[in-house]
């Protein structure tokens, strides 16, 4: 598929619009399900862990499918599995309404949901990133920052339904407003060449005629034809004994009898369609092995190497809080009357300017976006360690803030990518990116859960939250020192396939 170059504008800015609106439908619940959280531990009686698992992998499944999600955008384009996605949020939210327990809603809720949001996130990103070249890291900001309102919308939205309609009324609901996915998805015009032809056609016309070799073998298929009508000759000759010849004389006539030329049709297409079928079996599977080789020369880039360890570490860490902020108020005695709003939209609305300022930032070219990136991991590592401290509600909605803040990092994540690998390889190392993250988000609400479970406090998790925060920070820290770009200009020259940071530097 080729694609136009870039417009920065015009049609982009339409799909900068659907795009928002798209994350905020299709996100607005699953980040504000911490309200639902305390609901279903209060209607299921189960530990904090167990129930954390819903959240965790409405959240995260759909991140770690980033790489067959990144195949659906691939193959069939952003609208149709856009479309396909709002059904399946719709349905998913729908059906949470009737669970009559803890694990129906893993399935309804944090499966089903959970794919067709990671299908809804990466066709966002992917023709976001077609559309937009200068512009790219506003436009990303942009768009991230729908599902940062949806989580500060909905989580009063949501706590205002349950006391109107109850938690299934509420879950009904929601899943009726997703429906509006269906719209947006549908305003996702490709930005695809006219002038290119269908991939199916250039392959046919680009097939060599050495690999036609059943033309040249038109004797054999002759000789096939001919035994198989002897042996039906035979067969009738051992059943019927003396009309044997009468039978012969008619079989002869009627074989006779077939036309020319419509054997040869017949047999030309045969052929075409057992070598088309052949080339494209080969070329399917050399698709499949230029897929890993790729993917091997990705992870031989130290930086890449080091941000799928950091992604995966800070979502163990750094997700846990927009899940269970409201439980850690709770279970610190603090009264609700002391609310001025609650902790997941404070969270929501600081993530909202935290995607548009640092997707602002990333456009300056005097800006490093991957040192800017590491710099919001070692301090969101810092303030999950003061969570322990804060006993009070003004300490709490100060940390849920500035967490809020250094989570709107995700939208500067696409850019430090792109920078990294490149836009042609954007889509395959993306995935990749969001299959760890979505392996730390799905394991990180449940272990802070198991550590409330054990201990009966929420001190020893997040110190362990915040630890593997500043872990991965360091490790992306140390792989992207310009002296390690020195060594390896000293020792030899990068293979023509292999992507370094060094492009990013200039960002």
């Known amino acids: ?61 759909g991140l770690l499918a980033s790489p067959v999600c990144s195949i659906c955008v691939s ?47 990466t066709a966002t990103v992917t023709i976001t990133c077609q559309y937009f070249d200068k512009h790219r890291g506003l436009a990303l900001g942009l768009i991230s920052t729908g599902s940062s309102v949806g989580l500060f919308i909905y989580a009063a939205l949501q706590r205002e339904l349950i006391e109107l309609y109850g938690l299934d009324g509420c879950l009904l609901i929601v899943g009726a407003l997703s429906l ?81 030329n419509e054997k040869d049709t017949y047999k030309k297409k045969v052929v075409e369609q057992t070598n088309f079928c052949k080339q494209l079996a080969k070329r399917k599977w050399q698709l499949y092995l230029t897929y890993w080789k790729e993917t091997m020369v990705l992870f031989k880039n130290k930086v890449f190497s080091a941000l799928f360890v950091a992604i995966l570490l800070f979502d163990i860490g750094g997700f846990p809080p927009s899940l269970l902020m409201e439980d850690v108020a709770r279970s610190a005695n603090i009264s609700e009357d002391d609310y001025y709003m609650p902790l997941i939209s404070i969270i ?44 009070s509600y003004l300490t709490l909605a100060m940390l849920s803030g500035i967490l809020g803040f250094l989570t709107g990092n995700w939208s500067i994540f696409p850019y430090v990518t792109t920078k990294t690998v490149g836009i042609e ?26 550590f409330y479970d054990w201990t009966q406090e929420y001190d020893t998790a997040f110190y362990f ?17 310009p002296c390690w770009n020195a060594c390896t200009n000293q020792s030899s020259k990068l293979p023509p396939n292999t992507y370094s940071y060094k492009v990013a530097s200039n960002a």
């Open 465 to 481: 939250s915040g630890s593997c925060v500043l872990l991965g920070g360091f490790l992306l820290l140390l792989a992207a020192l």
């Open 75 to 121: 193959s069939f384009g952003a609208r149709p599995v856009a479309i396909f996605s709002g059904f399946m949020v719709a349905g998913g939210l729908m059906m949470s309404s009737f669970a009559p327990n803890i694990y129906f809603l893993y399935v309804t809720y944090g499966i089903v949901v959970g794919l067709g949001c990671g299908l809804l996130y």
């Open 348 to 391: 929501g609305i600081m993530t909202t300017v935290g995607k548009l300022i640092l997707g602002i930032l990333a456009d300056f070219k005097w800006v490093n976006t991957l040192y800017l990136y590491v710099t919001t991991l070692l301090m969101t590592g810092m303030a999950l360690f003061a969570i322990p401290f804060a006993k």
């Open 180 to 260: 509006n996915i269906l719209a947006c998805g549908s305003l996702m015009r490709p930005l695809e060449s006219s002038s290119s032809p269908p991939p199916e056609k250039m392959f046919v016309d680009k097939v060599p005629d050495q690999y036609f070799v059943y033309h040249e073998k038109e004797k054999t298929i002759e000789e096939n034809i001919s035994i198989l009508e002897k042996g039906y000759i035979d067969e009738k000759c051992v059943n019927n004994g003396p009309d044997c010849k009468q039978d012969n004389i008619l079989n002869k006539n009627a074989l006779s009898s077939i036309n020319v």
């Open 425 to 450: 390889k954007l889509t395959h190392a993306y995935g990749i990116l969001m299959f760890f993250a979505g392996l730390g988000n799905s394991l990180g609400p449940p272990i802070v859960g198991w």
């Open 1 to 61: 598929m080729v694609f136009r170059k870039p417009p920065d504008g015009g049609w982009g800015w339409v799909i900068v619009v659907v795009s928002f609106f798209t994350q905020f439908l299709c996100y607005g619940s699953p980040l504000a399900v911490g309200v639902l959280y305390l609901e279903w531990l209060d209607a299921f009686g189960e530990g904090k862990g167990k129930t954390a698992w819903v959240g965790s992998l409405a959240n995260g499944i």
